[in-house]
């Protein structure tokens, strides 16, 4: 499969071409599934670092299309890791309901990077939901030892059985419901952030563009932190 002019256009931008190879799959919760790969090379010539992510080719009508996918537990020595799907209606979450050992999918590394801050804060703040999940814990793994709260927003039942990697003596983990597109998630953070600014943070937002945009213009220009502090990304756009 062709990935058509946006893979031209990660060409121009040095992306490198990988194939993956489906080595497993186990359904998590009804609504998310994990599936397991050997990585054709991509940790050798790439390395590790927390959050990593890459895009992810499939066919939809005989039309690539590339989503963005965090690796979880990459394991370099042995060219192995996983992504993880929240199961919708789509190209990726068809193929993630379908796949089987010895399918192969196409991937473009491309844009990755995670610069860890410094000086380490003396909090995470975290704001995302089920398709940032993995890079959420990503993100706690790398720092065992600091104390996060992280606001997740919930859309199904199943999401009280996702694998948070939270230790509860260092984690608070604030469920909240989605409702009003984001909105209710907004107003939550905004009411409790505030009360944990002073703890010298540093805030990741990676939830739904529109939410992620507003929530990171909020911490940058009314709460004042500065923007070397906040990384705000949005992972999906809300139709």
């Not at 066919?59 to 979880?72: C, E, F, I, N, S």
Request: aromatic share 10%; charged share 25%; with cysteine.
């Amino acid at each position: 499969m062709g990935h058509g002019w946006q893979g031209a256009v990660l060409k121009l931008m040095r992306g490198k071409d990988f194939t993956f190879t489906v080595t497993g799959a186990e359904q998590v919760t009804e609504d998310y599934r994990r599936v397991h790969f050997t990585d054709g090379g991509l940790l050798a010539a790439a390395g590790v670092h927390p959050t990593m992510w890459v895009r992810i080719w499939f066919d939809g009508g005989g039309k690539p299309h590339q989503r963005a996918y965090t690796l979880v537990d990459p394991d370099a020595e042995a060219g192995t890791f996983s992504l993880e799907f929240a199961l919708h209606e789509g190209v990726a979450s068809r193929w993630a309901r379908d796949c089987a050992a010895g399918d192969t999918v196409e991937a473009t590394l491309q844009g990755t990077g995670f610069e860890a801050p410094d000086p380490l804060p003396g909090r995470l703040l975290v704001v995302g939901d089920s398709a940032s999940l993995p890079a959420i814990n990503s993100l706690l793994d790398a720092f065992p030892d600091l104390p996060a709260t992280v606001w997740f927003e919930t859309q199904h039942a199943s999401d009280a059985e996702l694998p948070f990697r939270v230790d509860p003596e260092r984690h608070d983990l604030r469920r909240v419901p989605r409702e009003k597109g984001g909105a209710e998630l907004v107003a939550r953070v905004k009411a409790e952030l505030p009360a944990l600014a002073g703890t010298a943070p540093y805030v990741w937002i990676a939830c739904d563009t529109t939410t992620t945009r507003t929530l990171g213009t909020y911490a940058r220009k009314e709460l004042g932190l500065p923007k070397e502090r906040v990384h705000a990304l949005g992972y999906w756009r809300d139709s």
